[in-house]
Nanobody, 116 residues
Framework: EVQFVESGGGMVQPGGSLRLSCVAS????????MSWVRQAPGKGPEWVSG????????YYPPSMKGRFTISRDNAKNTLLLEMNNLTPEDTALYYC?????????RGQGTQVTVSS
């Protein structure tokens, strides 16, 4: 069974930082591209970042480029997302997802709230 356990979310003030972690199981993690996806209340899923199976290729939408950094540790089946200079618009439930984009299998998510 494919499973993801996300952690690291929380409440932070604008300008703050968080580091999200996702531990995957039930499949050969090292063979798959992986993504972070977020969903805010009342909105559809938004692709936050993607990373290729070997880690050599990454994707960020313009609004996140320079603020977010995706990485992975294939030996530990772990996907990471470092988020800096957070704004209230970054408030959402963040998921890790298998594959490139928003449509793959994903976990339960970890809540990120940016508020003063």
């Amino acid at each position: 069974e494919v499973q993801f356990v996300e952690s690291g979310g929380g409440m932070v003030q604008p300008g703050g930082s968080l580091r999200l972690s996702c531990v995957a199981s039930g499949f050969n993690f090292y063979n798959y591209d992986m993504s972070w996806v977020r969903q805010a209340p009342g909105k559809g899923p938004e692709w936050v970042s993607g990373i290729s199976a070997g880690g050599g290729r990454t994707y960020y939408p313009p609004s996140m480029k320079g603020r977010f950094t995706i990485s992975r540790d294939n030996a530990k089946n772990t996907l990471l997302l470092e988020m800096n200079n957070l704004t209230p618009e970054d408030t959402a439930l963040y998921y890790c997802a298998r594959g490139w984009g928003t449509s793959g299998s994903r976990g339960q998510g970890t809540q990120v709230t940016v508020s003063s």
